[in-house]
Structure formats: C-alpha cells, structure tokens
C-alpha cells in the first residue's frame, strides 16, 4: 500500500491510510503507534488523521467479525491488500455507513494500486451484496476472541466467563474518558460527559479529540478512567518531591503536576517525552523534565514515587485492537524481568518513610499481583499498603491481597475501563 494522498476528497485519504495502518498490524506486525510514529499520517488534516485512525482501530477490532461475513463471498482469498480493504469496507458498512460511499471509495482504491487494480471488480460485487444485509445479520456474529497466546494465560488467571466478558467490552468502541484539570463535575456539565464515581469524565461518539471544547486550553487531556487511578493512589500533596519515573507521554505527570508537588518526570524516550513537554505546555502545568534510563538514575531523597512500568498494554486492548494482531507475547518475558528491577531500583530512591506506587496496564499477574509477591519476598520489611488503595469511587472487591485489580469487564454497562494493576508498597527500617 503506497502512502495516503491530502487532496480533499470522499474520504479517500483517509481510508487509504486506515488500510496502510491495518496492513501495516496484520501483514507486518506493527503496532499503530509505530506505524504512525514512522509519519504514515503525516500529510493528512486533522480530521482525516482522526478518521483514518478510527476507522482502522474499527477494522481490526472487529477482523474475525468481517472475515465471516465475507466468507460466504470468496471462493479463495485474495492479496492481503484486498483483503483488508474488504474488511475495512465491511466494518464501516456494519458501523452504519452509508453502502454506496464505501463501495465506490474502495473501489476507486483498488482501481488506483497497480497490486490491486485487478480486484476492483470483486470488491465492487463483494461490498454491494453485503450492503445489501440487514445490519442486524452483523450484529449476530459472534464476539471476536483473543488470539490463544494471550486466552490462554487470562483464563487461566480471571476464568472462562471472565475473559468473555472482558471480550465483549473488547468489541465495543470504548468511551472517551478525561482528567479535569480543574473541577471534574464542571467539566462534565459544559461537555454533555458522565462524571463517573472516580472523578473521570466520560464521553460517547466523542469525535476528534483536539476539537473538543477546552482542549486547547488545556482544561483536560485524554486518560482511561482505570489509568487516572494511579496517581490518585500516590496521593501527593504540595511541596513533595515526586518521581513519575516512566513518565511519557505524561498523563500520571499532569495529575501529580496539579496536586502541587514538586515533580521530576523521567523517561527513556525522547520522542514521548516530546509529547510530555507538549502536554505540560498545552495545560501550564510544570514538572522537570529528564532524559534517562530509570534503571541508571541515581537521585535519591523523593517522598513518593510513581513506577508505569512499561509492560504487555494487554489491559487497553479495548483502545488498542491493534495488539493481539501485531504482537505474539515473545517479548513479554524480558519486560517482566526489567519491571523487578525498576521495582527493586525505586525502593532504593525513595527517602525514609516514602512509598512507592507501581502499576502495570496489564493483565497478566505475572506483570501485576506476582511482582507485588516476589518484591515482598525480596525485601525484608517491606509493606503492601492496601488502606492507600481505598479512593473515592473504587470498589471494595477490586481490592486483592496483592494490590488494586482493573478490569475491562468492570463497568461493562458504563462501556468497561483498561485493565490495570496498581499497588503502594512501603520501604521498612531495613529496607529503601
Ligand atoms: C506505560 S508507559 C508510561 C505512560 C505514562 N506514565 C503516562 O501515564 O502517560 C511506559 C514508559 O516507560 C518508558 N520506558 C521504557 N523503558 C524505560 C527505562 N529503562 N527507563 C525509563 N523509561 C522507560 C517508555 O518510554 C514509556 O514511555
């Protein structure tokens, strides 16, 4: 698939560049993120970036969905190319789009690719007939399942009906939810948005993020309900001197930055670290800002430390659908490995009678309940403080003997949250 094209036109731009994104995850096992790090949005406007990303989120999310629907019409698959266009075709046709637009944008898209031109005419024949079905026949297809090498493990840690529970909020478009700079209830009045019980505002069929009102000033950035928990379990106050220690692309930053603390934000990556800045600067909130390896930072003396450690991301697979097609677990051994040495690494920086908030956006317990564990194991005296886990609006039950568990399938009719792990552990005498 050649790069996308800016010229104004029936979408055309940007459903090129969704399919670029979608081939991009399924052909070469790359992430969105990467895909549109390596600039593949560049020359897109703003609202056309947007819908090229939303509709490939849409495409792939919904992949195993589109692939049965359009079994019945292919006597043998067709290129890769083709084939996602097809799926991506089908998931807007199932979304609601207006058939005849998608038809001819695909088609107009297969005839201008010298691999596909040949295809058009079966992309014409196949999109028609399923325009033709009633949306309902879609919504009977049944919810796509995690790929085996990451159902596997989950069911093993949460149980069957847990996981497809968790699946089912995995096949939705999630909500959009924000952190208030300011008052969260005002916020959630002037948008039209819900104030959920943990101070998150969450909004449906949002739109494009930076034209929402009070974006440019800064008045919110975007952060999952589950994410924005963090920090508030940290629970700094003003003039404490906080490490955000894996801190891009800063929405943990902000929420310490706004208590008043005196934050130092570190990361290895100095292209997320330019989001931070950018961040700090769209809401004027202020942190120092360094470039570094967690592992080799040696200031010590912080009262409170935040750890988001890099990890699997398998709990955001409701935002990111991307995952289970671009990943396969290979990597995931190492990252374990690296998040008990950031544990062991914080304790050492943390000043007597300090704490240390450690949170994974996962849901494997191996990234999450066992670090806790085997932390305990390691240092004598260290204390798992599960009273700094009682925040307004989190339910008892998702407090575990190990730490605060979140959950996709938690707040499934209020459209779920990412799934994260989140855990403040206390340095004793001996320790730290
Ligand atoms: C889960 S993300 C952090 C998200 C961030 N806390 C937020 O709320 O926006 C993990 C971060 O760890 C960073 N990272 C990975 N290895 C690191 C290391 N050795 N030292 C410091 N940062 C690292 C990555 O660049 C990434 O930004």
Known sequence: MTQPRTAPDDGIAARRAALHLVEQATGGQRLLSETIGAGALERLSPPDRARAQRLATATLRQLPRADRALKPYLAKQPPLAVRNALRLGVVEIMEGAAPHGVVNAMVQIMSRGKRTQSYKGLVNAVLRKLGDQPPEAFAKLPVPKLPNWLRGPLVAAWGRRAVEAMEAVQAETPPLDLTAKGDPAALAEALGGALLPTGAVRLHDAGQVSALPGFEAGEWWVQDAAAALAARVLDARPGERVLDMCAAPGGKTMQLAATGAEVTALDLSETRLG??????????????????????????????????????????????????????????????????????????????????????????????????????????????????????????????????????????????????????????????
């Open 275 to 432: 989001r931070l800045r950018e961040n700090l600067d769209r809401t004027g909130l202020v942190a120092r800002v360094v470039q570094g390896d967690a592992l080799e930072f040696d200031e010590a003396g912080y009262d409170a430390i935040l750890l988001d450690a890099p990890c699997s991301a398998t709990g955001t697979i409701r935002r990111h659908s991307d995952l289970p097609h671009a990943k396969d677990g290979a990597e995931f051994g190492a990252l374990i490995e690296l998040q008990a040495e950031m544990i062991d690494h914080a304790l050492g920086l943390l000043k007597p009678g300090g704490r240390l908030v450690f949170c994974t956006c996962s849901l494997l317990p191996d990234e999450g309940e066992v670090q806790v564990e085997e932390a305990l194991e390691r240092h004598a005296g260290l204390q798992n403080d599960l009273a700094a886990l009682e925040r307004p609006g989190i339910e008892p039950g998702w407090i575990g003997a190990e730490g605060l568990r979140l959950r996709p399938d938690y707040w499934a009719e209020r459209g779920g949250m990412d799934g994260f792990f989140i855990a403040c552990l206390r340095p004793g005498a001996r320790d730290g």
